[in-house]
């Protein structure tokens, strides 16, 4: 079966401090994988989604960047953390487009 | 663009009670739809869906219709529990573009109390 993780659960980062959360899949090979943020009161918003290593796309333009070392490996960065990136990052990855979508437990990111 | 319209927030309800959350859509050509769940403090589960007009999705209790001529995914139980209370997400398969990615809606707090 397959499983996908997420690390740290929780985040606590000053202004300014860089930023990476990790994203991994077990069980399955070649996913699309996904970053969503959840900020309180804004619903579900796409950062990046991901067809394959290397291969990322932006939803939104923001100081966030994302990248995929490896084919079950999703990493989200930011050199510079922003107050308004607080939130509730969640992974996601799906078998191809349009699929169902699996989420991870998300890690909860607050910059102070 | 493709979009997901879902009834405001919050809703209480009393154990037992009847649900609806109403959600609608806007998309060119034919796309999925989806029910997803948010438990407090977890990450979103897919709840049930639908890839085709009149197909009913159900789980848990949970229905919902997709109905074209309506554009709209509505989701219904009947007789909703205390463990029912949670964040709820309608969305869609979006392919506009080339791209590869669902559209969610606002999400739909709902509380039952026993």
């Known amino acids: 079966s397959q499983t996908i993780h997420q690390w740290p659960a929780t985040l606590v980062q000053p202004v300014g401090s860089p930023l990476s959360l990790e994203c991994t899949v077990e069980?399955?090979?070649?996913?699309?994988l996904y970053w969503y943020r959840q900020a309180a009161g804004r619903g579900l918003q796409l950062l990046f989604y991901?067809?394959?290593?290397?291969?990322i796309s932006s939803e939104v333009p923001q100081n966030l960047s994302a990248s995929r070392p490896q084919d079950r490996q999703f990493i989200l960065s930011s050199k510079k953390l922003l107050l308004s990136d607080s939130g509730f990052y969640l992974c996601?990855?799906?078998?191809?487009?349009?699929?169902?979508?699996?989420f991870g437990p998300g890690t909860r990111l607050l910059v102070l | 663009g493709n979009s997901v319209t879902q009834m405001e927030g919050p809703v209480t309800l009393s154990e037992e009670a009847f649900l609806t959350i109403n959600c609608t859509y806007t998309?060119?050509?034919?796309?999925?739809l989806f029910w997803y769940v948010q438990y407090p403090g977890e990450g979103l589960q897919l709840l049930l869906k639908a890839t085709k007009a009149d197909d009913k999705g159900s789980n848990k209790g949970f229905e919902a219709t997709y109905r074209k001529e309506t554009t709209s995914f509505h989701l219904e139980k009947g007789s909703v529990q205390v463990s029912d209370s949670a964040v709820y997400f309608c969305a869609l398969s979006d392919s506009q573009g080339g791209s590869e990615k669902l559209v969610f809606g606002k999400g739909t707090k709902l509380t039952v109390n026993p």
């Open positions: 069980g399955t090979s070649n996913p699309n």
């Open positions: 991901s067809v394959g290593i290397g291969q």
């Open positions: 998309a060119t050509g034919y796309p999925s």
């Open positions: 996601a990855w799906a078998r191809g487009p349009w699929e169902t979508q699996y």
